[in-house]
Structure formats: structure tokens, C-alpha cells
């Protein structure tokens, strides 16, 4: 189809096209990077975790005094909990996976090193591969024979005493990759504070580090200690038991746990699934907002499209009836305004693509984020195409149903 | 001139109707996307405290014997808190030497709590000193704020705001119960309104924004300490102690905990606190040597603080971005829309301009339709911006409780409709003025 005529149409209109165009880039352009914006969020809220999350309950609690047992307090609290009718592993955590905050160490390969390779997550707590349900992929995990009491551990620092501090972690196989690349992790040592040694005799599939700010900065990096806690250090129970049991056990538990001492408080309980969703609420929140927003853009630049071409259509009401007198067909017409659309989305396109490129270059600045994947360029592009299309294809519909006849009346 | 182009632009408002329905509706979801987000960030850059936050001031030097840790990390994390916090000490003798008009030393704590009637829960706590209550304008309903003298003798008294009392006595008259704080038991002597200035200024550690949270209880940090509370964060510790490296309870004495907040009501003020506060920090001069440090001081107002701290959320301002793009682009859509509009009648213009209309005349009937639509849009954004704030509020952020419309955004949405309207109508109008006398006459 010849393309010359439409063009020289629309050389008439020079001001509405400049503005279909301008909004068209605009959609575009901020289309782009929303979606990018979400993809990033929805990325986000599918990190795995590696733990068994639909067979796991939580309970943390609070002292409200201090106990002088509370070595004997928590093998007490466990053995309760072990007890309860379906439980298959219970555990004092130091953190959960999808808490708000985390305690992490910088991990060198070597003593001397100035700057730490990376910061990883620390996870106490006797049982605790066991009970996450976290994969071991290669090694071992932790021996009973291992574990030392947290307290011990921080009295050994005091005393320097560091050769008798426990020496054998377990790492996931993502922090293993970024220590010793295309290595054999098992047996290879990481050093850690004033470069104290450590040993890998284990690596796990997946572990998700808690942290709201961590998971940008290694998801994975998270390593198993064979150290456990007793309640002045804080924690939480974790409970492992089959899904369809997790109510009752909780609610077992939770009592169990207070009948044993009354003098302390919950201050948070839950299945471990309802803790993911809490996590990354504001995620799903962002993600909500954006796509609104995507879709409103959409809507309205549609809605200028189906106004605009209306507006022609009525105005060219004569020209078209002219044409078809001397032998258009109602496709010519119909290609015509299609073409038309085509056209100035295009421009439109082209424009946007530069902004699109300019607004990333800008949230890169200041907000930290990725570059925009060169894949969101055609995507972008097609869907504003078929937008065009389908929202001209109304009023063009109209525009071919004008009769021949038209061109014989005077306006 | 002015009602005849009202006139005009009135006529051709409703000339067709469908197209300027589309333009009022666009419009007006644009207005109310902005005023959404604009809202919701004004009332997070509000004033916490109008009327006093201008005189308050965090005053801060350096003096951990240790090593400074404040460096950057791999993961982009300080390692360390850097709240400005001092030594028990240290803020007890800047309390001690009276060098602002008030000054209080502040630590936000939590612990369990508990009366003789009820089940204990958890509540924040604010450690603090005797000038707290009348610097911050924490308003009392009964009984007394306690004095310098208790602060001194470590007393465990306790003002408690209505809620607590309720929650722990059944009654707001509480005076002379006794509140046990992990089996200490504090007495209390003052009976507050709830209080919870937004942001959080005065323990940025512990929140910024929040509508639930809020201390609910006020003791004096002496008491609080021999209690056994301890804080669970430091911005640094002396490197003396293995227990004061720990993370689990701090060491008041070693670490630094405590924020100071000085009133100081004139520049003058000001000037001679600096002096004094840079005075305290050179003191420190040979201890700070061997640590290869410098002596250090800061005295920050509310405002710096706040930007210092980095308060607003950084989603917030990418929504008020990304809302404002959509108006624009909502405005383009306006813009290209009444153009189209206008040109139609290029032939009645024509014949408005050979029967002698201005070129301003045009110009003026046509800026004032495009008007008319915005401000139209802006009547409808209104209770759109409701909605949208309402939506606002269901997500549970922590700040987005606070999102409301006051009366100046209130406003700030009528202006913004309007200047809207002069922006979109300003091209197409002068398009429109430009169509030449008689000739679209023939063409027509």
C-alpha cells in the first residue's frame, strides 16, 4: 500500500499527530519500565527457600525474667514439643527464613584479605537441617556430637580459647559457587571475624536468608552452624509436622509451652507459608500499584486513539464517500486508517524506545536498579502496536461502512 | 467579553458530549493518581512536631574508645547503626551541665509488662529523663512528669498514657498503681494522652512511621536499666568488654544507646551549644588517639536529621513519579483530544474571525472550555483521590495509615486542576486562533 497519501494527510493535522505520537511514547516509554519494575518485584517474591514451607509452625517467644537453667528450660521446651501427637522435628532457630531482620558475618577465603568476599547469614539451632527440611546436596549434615551451647561459644571467645570453638559449618551450594567457583567446596575453609578458620563438611541445595534488604544481595548465602540457643538469646521455635496438622499443633504447642513456664510471652506465632506471604506483602503491594498503573496507561492512551480517529473519520466523512465512488473497496479504507495507525504508533514507538532508555538510565541513578533487559524493547513495541490496532479498529470499521453515496451530498 | 466567551466555551462543552466526557474522565483519573501519591508524601514530610521540632536539636560527639567501624560492607549495608547515640556517661554529662534551655536523653526499649490483674504483653518503652514530657509536649492528664531529683535517685516511677492504663488497670485513673516491668515493679505517678508524633523523629532505630506503634510508657532510663532493660542496637562500643561486642544485650556503660536532645530557642543558643558540644568532643582528643580517630560532634535539627536519616520511603517518591508521568501522559491525551475538538469547528471560527473577532477573543473561548474540563476533572478526581487514598490505607506498609487529604491538598488539587487545564488548553487554543478569517468559509 502506497503510504505517500496518508502522509500527506496527515501533514495537515501536523498538531494532533505531534501529540498522538508524544502520548504514545509516553505509554511506551513508562509501559517499558513498569513492567520491568514488576518483573523485578514478582522475581522477588518467588526466591525459593529450600525449606519445607508448607510443614512448618512457629512460636517466639519472650522471657519476662531471667532463669538460671535455661540450658535444662529449652531441652525441656523440645522434648514437650517432640512430644505433641504428629510433630516429626522441633528446634530453637536463631532466625527464621522471611524475618524482617538477619545477623550476618563478612566471609573471607583468605585471613589476609582486606575486603570480605561476601556477608552470609548465620542459622543456630540443634536440628535445624532437619527440621527446615533443607536439602543436602553434598557432605554431611551436623553431628549431635558437634553442637556446643551459644553462651559456651561467646565465654570461649572471652577466653581467646579459639581452637576449641566448633569447626564444621554447612553452606548452599549458590555460596560455594561465589567463595571457590568450579571447586569442591567439602573441606575447604572460610575464615570469619579476626580470621577465625572454618570448615565446610556439607552443601544444601537452597537456604533463604532472612533480611529484608538481603535477598538482592545473595538469596542463598546462608550457613548451618552446630551451635544451639536457649531462650535468653531469643529465637524461636520451629516445628516440623504434616500440613494438615500444622493448626492443631501450633495450638498444642503454644499451650504446652506455657504450661511448662507461665513466665514468658508469645510474641508471634504462625504457619511458616503465612510468614512468606507477610514478608513480602510490600512486594505484592508494589506489584498491585504498578500494574494499576500499566493498565490505566493503557486504557487512556486507547481511549485518545478511538477519540482522535473518530474525530478523522467524522471529519473525512465526505473524502472517504469520494474515494469509494470512484472504486475504493471497503478494504482500501479500512487498510488505510489502519496503515495511519501503524504509522504514527511507530513514531511513536521509536520516540518512547529513547525515553524508555532515558527513565531506566535515571531509576539506575538513584534507585539501584538493574539495567532494562534489551527483550523489554520489542515486547513493548508489539504490544503498543496491537494497542493501536485494536483501539483504531472501530472507528475504522465505521470509516469503510460510509457509503459511495455520501460523495453525491453537498455538506 | 469574559461571560460571552463562558458563554461560548460552555456551548461547546456540551456540544459532543461523549468526546468531553472522555476528556473530563481522563482527566480526572490523572488529577486523582497524583493527589493519591502527593498526599501520601506530604504527610510523611510533615512537621512531626509544628510549633516545637524547630527548636529541638540532636546533640552528639564522639567517644568510643575503639576503633571506627563505620565502613561500608560488601552488601551495601553499614555494619554499623549510626544514630547518634551516646555512652551513659556522656549524656549524663551533657544533662548535667544545663547548656540548653531543656534536654533529655532518650533510648526506645522494649519489655514485657505486666499489673496484678492482667495478662502481661509487650510495649515499647521510652527511657528517658525528667525534661522529656514538657520539651516534647507530651500532653498530661493526670498526675506529674517526674523531676531531676527522681531521675538522680534512679526511681522507678512511670508515666503511662490512657491506653496502658486501660489495658492494664481497667481505668484511666491509675495513679499510684504499680506496673511491673519484668518483675520490677514502677510506680506510676502521670497519666498521658497517647502519644506518637509522625515521623518518629526522637528513635529513628526503633521506627519511622507508624499508626500502631507508639511508646506507651515513659520511665526514667536509670530505673530502666537497673530493671535489666537493655537496648538491642549501639551505633558503637568501647573496645574493653567481650560483653559489650555482643548483639544480644547491650552494656549501657560501654556502648552508646542513648540520644541527646537539647532545646535551644535562639541562634544564639545555638552558637553557644555548638561551642560547648565541640568543647566536649575535643576533650576526648588523646583518647580517641590511639584509636586513630579525630574528635567528632554533630548538633542536627529536626529537619537535617530527618534528611540525614533518609526518612521518607523511597517507594513513595517513585509513586509520586510515576503517578505525575501519568497525568502528563493524561494531559497529552487531553491535549490531543480537544485539538481535534477545536479544529472541527475550524469553519465556524473562520466566520467568528471575518465577522471581527479577536485573535484573542478565539484564543480566550477556547482556553477557557479546555478549563472548564480540567476543572470539571478535578471535581471528579476528589472523591477518586478518596478512594485512592482509602486503598492506600488498606495496605498495611506501616506508614500508609497516615495517608489522608488535608485541606492544603485539598486545595493543591483544585490549583493543580487548574493549571492543568491552561497547560492542555494552551496549544490547541492557539492552534485554533491561528485559523484565518473566511477561508475555511469555501473550503466548507
Known sequence: MDIRPILFTLRRHKLTCCLLILQIAFTCAIVCNTIFLISQRIGRINTPSGIAEAELVYVQMANIGSHADAKARVAEDLAALRSVPGVTSATLLSELPFDYGSNNMDVRTDPAQRMPTLSATQYFGENAVKTLGVQIVEGRDLQPEEYVYLSDVFKLLAQKQFD??????????????????????????????????????????????PGQGRLEVGAQYSTVWPVRQTMEEGGSFLIRCAPQDRDRVLRTAVDKLKALDPDRIVLDKGTMEQHRRDFFQNDRAMVGILAGVCIALLIVTALGIVGLASFWVAQRNHSIGVRRALGATRGNILQYFQTENFLLTTMGIGLGMVLAYGINLFLIMHYELPRLPAVYFPVGAILLWCLGQAAVLGPALRAAAVPPVVATRSV | MMGYSMELAWHGLRRYPKTTALAVLTVAIGLAASMTTMALLHMLSADPLPGRSQHLYLA??????????????????????????????????????????????????????????????????????????????????????????????????????????????????????????????????????????????????????????????????????????????????????????QFIAIDPIHCEWLAEWVQL????????????????????????????????????????????????????????????????????????????????????????????????????????????????????????????????????????????????????????????????????????????????????
Open chain 1, 164 to 209: 576449641k570453638l566448633p569447626a564444621a559449618t554447612l553452606i548452599t551450594r549458590d555460596m560455594a559457587e561465589r567463595l571457590w567457583p568450579g571447586q569442591d567446596p567439602l573441606g575447604k575453609r572460610f575464615y570469619v571475624g579476626q580470621g577465625l578458620p572454618f570448615t565446610v563438611v556439607g552443601v544444601m541445595a537452597n537456604l533463604i536468608r
Open chain 2, 265 to 444: 530557642d535562639t541562634a544564639q543558643d545555638v552558637a553557644a551549644y555548638r561551642s560547648f558540644l565541640e568543647h566536649s568532643a575535643q576533650q576526648q582528643e588523646n583518647s580517641l588517639a590511639s584509636y586513630g580517630k579525630k574528635p567528632q560532634w554533630q548538633l542536627l535539627s529536626v529537619q537535617q536529621w530527618l534528611t540525614l536519616q533518609n526518612v521518607i520511603p523511597d517507594n513513595v517518591r517513585l509513586n509520586v513519579m510515576l503517578a505525575g508521568s501519568f497525568l502528563l501522559l493524561c494531559m497529552v491525551n487531553v491535549a490531543g483530544l480537544l485539538a481535534a475538538k477545536f479544529m472541527r469547528r475550524g469553519a465556524e471560527v473562520g466566520i467568528r474571525r471575518a465577522l471581527g473577532a479577536s485573535r484573542r477573543a478565539v484564543m480566550l473561548h477556547h482556553l477557557l472550555e479546555a478549563g472548564m474540563v480540567c476543572l470539571l476533572g478535578g471535581v471528579l478526581a476528589w472523591p477518586l483521590t478518596l478512594l485512592g487514598l482509602s486503598l492506600l490505607r488498606m495496605q498495611d506498609q506501616g506508614f500508609t495509615d497516615l495517608a489522608r487529604l488535608d485541606v492544603a491538598m485539598f486545595a493543591g488539587l483544585f490549583a493543580l486542576a487548574l493549571g492543568v487545564g491552561v497547560l492542555v488548553g494552551l496549544v490547541p487554543s492557539w492552534r485554533v486562533s491561528l485559523v484565518q478569517p473566511g477561508l475555511q468559509v469555501k473550503s466548507a
Open chain 2, 60 to 245: 552528639w560527639f564522639d567517644a568510643v574508645q575503639a576503633k571506627s567501624q563505620t565502613y561500608k560492607s560488601l552488601d551495601n549495608d553499614w555494619s554499623t547503626y549510626d544514630y547518634k547515640r551516646l555512652k551513659t556517661a556522656d549524656a549524663e554529662a551533657l544533662l548535667a551541665a544545663h547548656k540548653g534551655v531543656l534536654q533529655a536523653a532518650v533510648a526506645d526499649l522494649d519489655a514485657q509488662m505486666a499489673s496484678d490483674q492482667r495478662e502481661p504483653s509487650n510495649e515499647h518503652v521510652l527511657a528517658t529523663s525528667s525534661d522529656f514530657i514538657p520539651m516534647f509536649g507530651v500532653a498530661l492528664r493526670d498526675g506529674r512528669p517526674w523531676t531531676a531529683a527522681e531521675d538522680a535517685a534512679r526511681a522507678p516511677v512511670a508515666v503511662i498514657d490512657t491506653e496502658l492504663a486501660q489495658k492494664l488497670f481497667g481505668t484511666t485513673k491509675a495513679i499510684g498503681q504499680v506496673v511491673q516491668i519484668k518483675h520490677h515493679p514502677f510506680r506510676v505517678i502521670g497519666i498521658s494522652q497517647p502519644y506518637a508524633p509522625q515521623p518518629h523523629f526522637y528513635g529513628l532505630n526503633a521506627w519511622a512511621y507508624s499508626g500502631s506503634d507508639r511508646e506507651s510508657i515513659f520511665v526514667p532510663f536509670g530505673a530502666a536499666v537497673d530493671a535489666g532493660l537493655a537496648s538491642s542496637s549501639t551505633d558503637g562500643c568501647d573496645d574493653v568488654t567481650e560483653k559489650s561486642k
